[in-house]
């Protein structure tokens, strides 16, 4: 296995499940291709299971008997056992989740963010709305649910943890009909004696078995752990009704829908989880679709040899390091981290019972038998959960018995693919409801889901949580000469905006326009119809120099560039005849290294319809207007003396992580200051903070004469899991820079975490079905979280399929701010994205973070010039 290799992989963004079909023009993004070519397949974080490794200890069939090594209890790397029986599954289901019940690692314990002078977190603004969520009451049959931990131990010891828990389970009538049980600790609803004694006997050599149960703790229904073992059961449940689990959720294969002119399937499914909100246990449901495609990647390596043989292992490579596979025989997903091409199937491994090959192996466990015996071995590192087991070796999976999942590049730039598949996994607020309405009757109904419900003393409502929001109303917008509102179900004033002058122009009177012989036609089409609709906005563009490139070729367009660029220059514009990486990276390595300029990318194809041309001419000289330090468009912001702070990372797979850092320069929150640094990989931003920081506060006060009395911060890209690093480090380095600017410098401070990856959804009931909330729609009851600051925003609009809420946190305000000044502030935030006329997800300056840190990551990988740092250059 290659290092080298490994190393020359790309970076892809993160995110899971089908991708959305194309966007509409202009919905967060400019017609014009801003980015280079295909940001990459979605990403689902995979659970899987073991596979053959080097050093596998277990070779056998690993079948139900409570003999040998079990699952818990295997070497690094062992090899997965083939599919269980039904019972053997459910156990596994339990036990798996289960294995930290009790212990201080626990899933579900939720840092307490919440300040203590927000006692309440409701707003007041805006009109009532009622809604339903995504969301399903858990409720206690006739008591308070109630559940009992013991400790259980064993005289003599039992090592297996498989022997433990199939001597527990085989005593109901001291344990009761339903317990959780984890080998060590055990989780039942009834109370026992203090101390429990009883005699049982192995299955497998009758051998008596004294065991103690202890009680050690009453937990009740809301209770981190009590939580944690209710999921343990969901799982459970979700198998019992014929689900799969697939990474971190369940599909239904009998549903599978097959997309056969595109050699692709969809498994339908759903994400869910039980957790304690503000005054409720509820079970949370969402749909999930995972896309799977019919080609193994033993044929996809079969087409590279075919194109390509002298290159075939750089092109492997570069075609499937960092890519998800699924394999079939046991529905676990890994990522490929490397291939080892001087592996094969016959090459061998040592398991207990001697040494066996890959293809002995799966003939024996799975009875698959592996054709080409000279195809070169995938290889994936164990994940950090898989290494807190004990698993600390790489994995091994044969390419003949790897399917990949998600969606390749190319088939995301074809519009028929995108367009099909949407067909099927965009659904609709109703169409979302009826699907969880079936969903949430099929597992009441089922007999066995129902007795175990009934044990444990518990039961699903059958009807969708109500909750009630508030709609704010629409924003009133400034440009330079007007005032204006827009429609409040669309949230767009492409159309009022339509002829007005921009609140800031910047004329571009030298600038210069990069084009291939083949493309001089549209090249010059394009200049004349932006001389034509720069004046109305305010903007004047004299005619440009023009450098024809006579190759498409790398070194062409480069030196092409050094012509162009002169200290003068204001910024230079590239009509490039396809969206190409390679040379997208050239221009932008070029234009934010080497010779720091604003540049502009355009993809010749867009311009191909003369009757799109005036349109896609608008949006280009907006977003020029932009990069050379213009300002769009503004929103009233009553506080004064304000400084808003947008961040977000990108997490390039194989180096450096990215972090973007953008904060506010003015009091109408329409300029920014920018700046990006690397990390190493994985690494959070609060190591680079305080030089960005600082410098961000010695701008505004070179700007403004004084520092800014109030900030706001919002932090984008953090999971649950990251949030006690935030807590504990980032926030503290933002109040550790006060001092370091200015001695006694202490401005009010409100640090807010910013979540789009969420479940939750809100449907509002129209006249004949369910619709999407307007925008402006705030939800702060109900589905928020007691121990936090928190609420939900649908900030947007769209034309098809579910709106997707973003979820706001506050972790730390000392702003003095009401929770409806902070709700409104984040709104009015969502309208100054200058690269589309409308509301987005997210405050724009964490928008314009995220499209920093992914031009860096994607194609600079080096901090760019600081003479670019204030003006929108990676628009």
């Known amino acids: 296995m290659s290092g080298r290799a490994r190393g020359r992989a790309r970076g892809k963004p993160r995110g899971g499940g089908p991708a959305p079909p194309p966007r509409r023009p202009g919905e967060?993004?400019?017609p014009i291709r801003e980015e280079p070519i295909g940001p990459g397949v979605s990403r689902g974080r995979g659970r899987g299971g073991a596979a053959p490794s080097e050093e596998a200890p277990v070779a056998g069939s690993g079948r139900a008997s409570l003999r040998g090594t079990t699952r818990g209890e295997r070497k690094p790397g062992a090899p997965a056992a083939p599919p269980p029986t039904a019972e053997m599954a459910a156990l596994s289901v339990g036990t798996g989740d289960a294995r930290d019940v009790g212990n201080k690692r626990t899933r579900w314990v939720e840092l307490n963010t919440r300040p203590a002078h927000a006692s309440d977190k409701k707003g007041t603004s805006g009109a009532q709305v009622s809604l339903f969520t995504n969301h399903f009451r858990l409720e206690s049959l006739g008591r308070q649910f109630i559940l009992y931990q013991y400790w259980v131990s064993f005289k003599p010891e039992v090592d297996s943890k498989r022997v433990r828990i199939a001597i527990v389970k085989s005593n109901p009538d001291i344990i009761g009909p339903v317990s959780a049980f984890d080998g060590m600790v055990l989780f039942i609803p009834r109370k026992l004696d203090d101390t429990t004694v009883f005699t049982s006997t192995t299955t497998f050599n009758n051998s008596p078995v004294e065991v103690t149960i202890k009680f050690t703790n009453e937990l009740t229904q809301g209770d981190a752990t009590s939580l944690q073992v209710l999921n343990v059961f969901l799982r459970r449940a979700l198998f019992t009704i014929g689900m799969q689990q697939i990474g971190r959720d369940y599909f239904n294969p009998n549903a599978k829908i097959s997309i056969p002119q595109h050699k692709m399937e969809v498994w339908p499914g759903f994400t869910t989880s039980i957790l304690q909100y503000e005054s409720d246990v509820l079970l949370g449901v969402d749909l999930k679709y995972k896309v799977l495609r019919n080609t193994t990647v033993l044929d996809m390596m079969v087409n590279i040899h075919s194109r390509s043989q002298s290159n075939f292992n750089e092109e492997c490579i570069k075609a499937l390091v960092g890519e998800i596979v699924l394999t079939r025989y046991n529905n676990k997903t890994y990522r490929v981290d490397d291939i080892d091409f001087k592996k094969n199937p016959q090459s061998r491994f040592e398991t207990r019972d001697g040494s066996l090959s890959y293809v002995e192996y799966y003939r024996k466990a799975y009875n698959k038998n592996i054709t080409e015996l000279g195809q070169p071995l995938l290889y994936s590192r164990p994940k950090e959960k898989d290494k807190r087991g004990g698993r600390d070796n790489p994995i091994y999976l044969v390419p003949e018995l790897c399917v990949l999942t998600g969606i390749s590049d190319q088939m995301r730039a074809d519009f028929n693919v995108m367009k099909d598949m949407a067909i099927h996994t965009r659904v609709g607020p109703q169409q979302r409801y009826d699907t969880l309405s079936t969903f949430i009757k099929q597992l009441s109904d089922n007999a066995d889901v129902n007795t175990e419900m009934s044990n444990w003393g518990l039961k699903f409502a059958r009807e969708l949580v109500r909750v009630s929001g508030r709609a704010l109303p629409p924003e009133l917008l400034l440009q330079k000469t007007c005032r204006f509102s827009y429609d409040a179900r669309t949230a767009d004033w492409s159309r009022e905006m339509r002829g007005k002058q921009l609140i800031s122009a910047v004329n571009l009177e030298n600038w210069g326009?990069?084009?291939?012989?083949?493309?001089?036609?549209?090249?010059?089409?394009?200049?004349?119809?932006?001389?034509k609709v720069g004046p109305p906005m305010g903007i004047n563009l004299r005619e440009p120099l023009k450098y024809?490139?006579?190759?498409?070729r790398l070194d062409a367009f480069r030196r092409s560039l050094e012509a162009a660029?002169?200290?003068?220059?204001?910024?230079?514009?590239?009509?490039?005849?396809?969206n190409r990486k390679d040379r997208y990276d050239t221009i932008k390595k070029f234009c934010c290294l080497a010779h720091p300029v604003p540049s502009q990318v355009v993809v010749s194809r867009t311009l191909n319809k003369a009757q799109m041309l005036m349109s896609v001419a608008t949006k280009i000289v907006l977003q020029i207007n932009c990069k050379l330090g213009g300002e769009g468009w503004a929103t009233e912001i009553p506080l004064k003396n304000m400084m808003v702070i947008g961040i977000d990372t990108f997490h390039e797979k194989k180096s450096q992580s990215f972090g973007g850092f953008v904060a506010s320069l003015n009091p109408s929150l329409t300029r920014y200051y920018s700046r990006c640094v690397a990390q190493q990989r994985g690494q959070e931003l609060h190591h680079a903070i305080v030089p960005c920081f600082a410098a961000c506060l010695k701008k505004y006060n070179e700007i403004n004469g004084t520092l800014p009395d109030r900030i706001v911060i919002y932090r984008d890209g953090v999971g649950d899991g990251q949030l006690p690093v935030v807590v504990e480090h980032e926030l503290k380095q933002f109040r550790n820079t006060f001092e370091e600017v200015k001695p006694g410098?202490?401005?009010?401070l409100a640090f807010i975490i910013v979540k789009k990856r969420i479940s939750a959804r809100f449907f509002m009931s129209a006249e004949r079905s369910l619709s999407n909330p307007p925008p402006g729609t705030i939800i702060d009851s109900v589905v928020?979280?007691?121990e936090w600051y928190d609420f939900f925003l649908v900030s947007q609009s769209v034309r098809q399929g579910t709106v997707s809420p973003t979820h706001y946190n506050v972790i730390h305000d000392t702003t003095g701010l009401k929770p409806d000044h902070i709700q409104r502030l984040t709104y009015k935030l969502t309208h100054l994205y200058y690269n589309w006329p409308g509301t987005i997800r997210v405050p724009a300056p964490c928008q314009?973070?995220?499209?920093?840190?992914?031009?860096?990551g994607q194609s600079i990988h080096e901090e760019p010039a600081l003479q670019l740092a204030d003006r929108l250059y990676y628009l």
């Open 28 to 30: 967060e993004e400019p």
């Open 784 to 786: 928020t979280k007691p």
């Open 548 to 552: 024809r490139v006579g190759e498409d």
């Open 848 to 856: 314009y973070a995220h499209k920093l840190a992914y031009l860096v």
């Open 565 to 578: 660029i002169k200290p003068q220059v204001q910024l230079i514009m590239c009509v490039v005849p396809s």
């Open 513 to 531: 326009v990069l084009f291939t012989t083949n493309d001089t036609a549209k090249a010059n089409d394009l200049i004349k119809t932006m001389q």
């Open 745 to 748: 410098y202490l401005p009010k």
